[in-house]
């Protein structure tokens, strides 16, 4: 899953993941991973490298990218 | 009923203003960006999308770099507030509406040094005139983009290129024509553009909102501070956009009329609308400048002007004149100095003020001719009775 600074760069990147067609959804920040926002992005592991792309292209600063 | 007060306020509004808002209030409703539960990401959803739309309107890359506020007014103080500090120097004109002048006046008794640039009494700014003003301390310039009172364009493009070239900010006050004529942030050279949404925006009261363009944050200091719904484990106030700026509950029902109004816009294009008002500003100005007794300001030419309109009609006080369009006529518009006390000083109307007139997208060629027949006939008849 995909943290972010803000609720607003996470609803950002939401559009942008899903114009490229990543499946994905938006779910509470688990607690054991601190936050900045209340909410994250969980997607499927095999996608990794296509969000990151994505994310990067968009120049949208995240917090960090996570395993569960 | 006719209503002439677009400048105050646009209405009626577009049908999907009122379906958004009222689809907010009764299907989704809760607080954007504070829980993750559905309804509180769909609200943000709406959020988010109000603010990509204005993004496409006025070519910003990132929609995260516009803040939201409850109107011009407030962008504005943020604008103001935020940048200048004791000892700097900022420039603005004698067309101003007191959103900027009031603000710029009170940092003027708290040490910063102003200098107000004198435009024509058609309204229009020399901008070789703000350059001349630009000093070693200078921070900011603050301008506004169309008057409150005639309409007049100033000519923010040229003033944007002298400020980039001082490496002086740049802050635009597009209450009266964001929505009305084409903005384009980055062709404009502007650091901060600050808008309302319920004029031609077409959203409700209560809403608008400031672009910062990137990096400019820095030296900008948020007016309030508060919860945001991010980084809740600090005490401190976020630095990054838009939570720098946003704290406490947002207007969400307002932001999604705004949306609806923004799309509106966006679906007819802003050249669209504004050629439907420049042709009721060319009836507007022909007529009334036929009518013996009727003196008009601003600058008299549709193509140079968004669509508000003063006049006088000679021996007759603007309120008087007000007053009987609406109960002989049922014709709503706004005498007086339309908080604009130095722009009118500028067109040689104050204290006495102007009658205004704004028409809108709603308002027809025929309800032109019925304001123009209504104001022939108070002008015939000669002296008011001294309201």
């Known amino acids: ?68 | 009923m006719i209503y002439l007060d677009n400048a105050a306020t646009s209405w009626p509004k577009p049908e999907a203003v009122y379906q958004a808002m009222d689809g907010f209030m009764c299907q989704v409703g809760a607080s954007p960006g504070r829980s993750g539960h559905r309804l509180s990401i769909e609200a943000g959803r709406v959020v988010y999308e109000t603010r990509e739309s204005l993004a496409r309107l006025f070519n910003i890359d990132d929609p995260l770099r516009i803040i939201f506020t409850s109107n011009a007014t407030e962008a504005l103080n943020v604008a103001i507030n935020g940048v200048l500090r004791p000892g700097d120097h900022a420039i603005t004109s004698s067309m101003e509406h007191n959103s900027v002048m009031r603000p710029l006046r009170a940092l003027q008794e708290r040490g910063v040094e102003l200098t107000v640039v004198s435009c024509s009494k058609e309204g229009f700014l020399d901008p070789g005139g703000i350059e001349k003003a630009i000093k070693p301390n200078t921070r900011l310039i603050v301008l506004n983009h169309a008057s409150n009172v005639v309409g007049t364009l100033l000519p923010v493009i040229e003033v944007g290129a002298i400020a980039r070239r001082h490496g002086v900010l740049f802050c635009i006050d597009a209450a009266q024509s964001a929505g009305a004529y084409p903005l384009d942030v980055s062709f404009m050279k502007v650091d901060l553009l600050a808008f309302t949404g319920h004029k031609s925006l077409y959203g409700p009261q209560g809403t608008g909102g400031l672009y910062i363009r990137q990096g400019v944050e820095d030296v900008v200091e948020p007016l309030m501070r508060g919860g945001t719904g991010s980084r809740s484990d600090s005490e401190h106030q976020p630095d990054f956009l838009p939570d720098k700026y946003e704290s406490g509950t947002p207007n969400t029902v307002g932001l999604a009329g705004l949306g609806a109004g923004v799309q509106f816009v966006l679906s007819r294009g802003v050249n669209a609308l504004r050629e439907k008002e420049e042709k009721l500003m060319y009836l507007l100005i022909e007529g009334l400048g036929a009518i013996p007794g009727v003196t008009l300001y601003g600058s008299g030419d549709a193509r140079e002007q968004v669509a508000v309109l003063s006049f006088n009609i000679a021996g007759i006080a603007s309120s008087e004149v007000a007053m009987r369009l609406e109960e002989e006529y049922d014709i709503l518009c706004r005498p007086g100095l339309q908080c604009a006390p130095i722009a009118h000083k500028t067109l040689g109307t104050f204290p006495g003020g102007t009658v205004r007139v704004s028409p809108g997208y709603f308002t027809t060629e025929y309800e032109v001719d019925i304001v123009l027949r209504a104001i022939r006939n108070i002008a015939s008849m000669g002296k008011g009775i001294g309201l």
């Open chain 1, 1 to 68: 899953m995909v943290l972010f600074h803000s609720i607003s760069g996470a609803l950002r990147a939401e559009k942008l993941l899903k114009a490229e067609g990543v499946p994905l959804k938006m779910i509470p920040v688990p607690r054991h991973l601190s936050s900045d926002c209340g909410i994250c992005i969980r997607f499927e592991r095999a996608d990794e490298l296509k969000v990151e792309g994505i994310l990067g292209r968009s120049k949208l600063e995240i917090q960090g990218i996570h395993q569960i």
